[in-house]
C-alpha cells in the first residue's frame, strides 16, 4: 500500500478530477504493483497449485495471496484485445476495489452497463484462467 501511495503521490500529484479518479488510478498502480512483486517473486506457472480465482469473492473481500497474479495480467491482457471496457472494469472492481456505482461514474456509463461488463469479464477470465 506504501508504494502504491509514493507512486500516484510523486507521479499524478494534483492530477485528480476527483475522488473516483484517483480510485481508478490507483487500481492501475496497484494492478502493476502485484504484478511486478509476483514476477520478482518468481511466482509458480499458472497451474502449480494455484488456488481457483473467484472474482465476485476478490472484489469483496481483497486479493487473495494465494492468486496467481501472473495469470490473471496475462489473462486480462488478452481481454483487453476482445473488451477493453470489461478489462477496465475488472481492474477497477478487482485491484481498486470500487463498486459498481462507483466503477460508472469513473467510466461515466450507467451501473447496468458496468454489470454487463462484469457479468461478461467473470466468465471470459474463468473460462481462460480454467483453460
Wanted: charged share 30%; no cysteine; glycine share 6%.
Amino acid at each position: 500500500m506504501h508504494e502504491a501511495y509514493l507512486r500516484l503521490a510523486g507521479v499524478r500529484a494534483g492530477r485528480f478530477q476527483n475522488r473516483v479518479h484517483f480510485f481508478g488510478a490507483a487500481a492501475q498502480t496497484m494492478r502493476r504493483i502485484l504484478v511486478d512483486h509476483a514476477r520478482r517473486r518468481g511466482a509458480r506457472k499458472r497451474s502449480a497449485g494455484a488456488e481457483h480465482l473467484d472474482l465476485e469473492r476478490a472484489a469483496q473481500v481483497g486479493i487473495d495471496p494465494d492468486t496467481d497474479l501472473l495469470a490473471l495480467d496475462r489473462a486480462l491482457e488478452n481481454l483487453t484485445e476482445v473488451s477493453p471496457k470489461a478489462a477496465r472494469v475488472v481492474e477497477l472492481r478487482f485491484f481498486g476495489g470500487l463498486s459498481i456505482e462507483q466503477a460508472a461514474e469513473f467510466l461515466d456509463v450507467g451501473p447496468s452497463t458496468v454489470k454487463r461488463h462484469w457479468s461478461f469479464a467473470r466468465a471470459w477470465l474463468s473460462r481462460e484462467l480454467e483453460a
